[in-house]
């Protein structure tokens, strides 16, 4: 990875560097090798998980909010841009063209249109969620809400709808995955909602080129 990350990292613009980044989870010989090779953690990220027979709140919308699932290709610019526009200023975020995100995001085996959501606030997309079915477990794949909207429980009723669309669609078991830092306090959030951490990954990192200007 190092070896091809290098030529890549010529590519760079003047003023960034690159790092190249590996995940490890409780894999302790993997870590350690990471650290002998100069890599440093820098980051935990969590995977939380809900079992919905054991029950869950309504979600709660404030005045004025409409919510609805995600009609495809009529739904596609909206939900890219709302999630673009929610994910900004996240950890190492980097802006996607809407054909890439779509062919990534939306044309997945598992992408649920039905049991997933964007919210509207006079004619406006400022919320949305992008979940999963899979064989085992509903997965709660990209959830945002722009960030002038933030605040108002927006967040915590599309989770909560999302549970409410995975329990009708008989799928009890829900998970996700977020940063332990993440930028609009996602982690409380999952946790006031019912989800408990079961996994934990800790991305490591290292410095592949220096800044270039």
């Known amino acids: 990875?190092?070896?091809?990350?290098?030529?890549?990292?010529?590519?760079?613009?003047?003023?960034?560097?690159?790092?190249?980044a590996v995940a490890a989870s409780v894999n302790s010989s993997k870590q350690d090798l990471l650290r002998r090779r100069g890599y440093d953690r820098v980051r935990i990220f969590f995977r939380m998980a809900?079992?919905?027979?054991?029950?869950?709140?309504p979600p709660r919308w404030p005045e004025g909010?409409?919510?609805r699932s995600v009609h495809r290709r009529d739904d596609d610019a909206a939900l890219h841009a709302t999630l673009q526009d929610?994910?900004?200023?996240?950890?190492?975020?980097?802006?996607?063209?809407?054909?890439?995100?779509?062919?990534?995001i939306l044309a997945h085996e598992h992408f649920a249109p039905d049991l997933s959501f964007i919210v509207h606030h006079h004619g406006e997309a400022v919320g949305a969620v992008a979940n999963y079915l899979m064989p085992d477990v509903g997965w709660v794949g990209t959830l945002?809400?722009?960030?002038?909207?933030?605040?108002?429980?927006?967040?915590?009723?599309?989770?909560?709808?999302?549970?409410?669309?995975?329990?009708?669609?008989?799928?009890?078991?829900?998970?996700?995955g977020v940063d332990s830092?993440?930028?609009?306090?996602?982690?409380?959030?999952?946790e006031r909602a019912g989800k408990r951490?079961?996994?934990?990954?800790?991305?490591f990192e290292k410095l592949v080129a220096p800044t270039r200007g």
């Open 197 to 203: 951490v079961d996994q934990r990954h800790e991305l």
């Open 181 to 190: 830092e993440n930028a609009a306090g996602a982690t409380r959030l999952y």
């Open 1 to 20: 990875m190092e070896d091809r990350a290098r030529p890549e990292a010529s590519h760079a613009a003047a003023g960034e560097s690159v790092t190249l």
């Open 86 to 104: 929610a994910f900004a200023e996240h950890y190492r975020f980097m802006p996607e063209p809407l054909d890439e995100w779509t062919q990534r």
């Open 65 to 67: 909010f409409e919510v």
């Open 50 to 57: 809900i079992d919905l027979a054991g029950g869950f709140a």
């Open 144 to 176: 945002g809400v722009r960030h002038p909207w933030r605040g108002q429980g927006i967040g915590k009723a599309l989770l909560l709808h999302s549970f409410d669309a995975f329990h009708r669609a008989g799928q009890d078991k829900v998970a996700l």
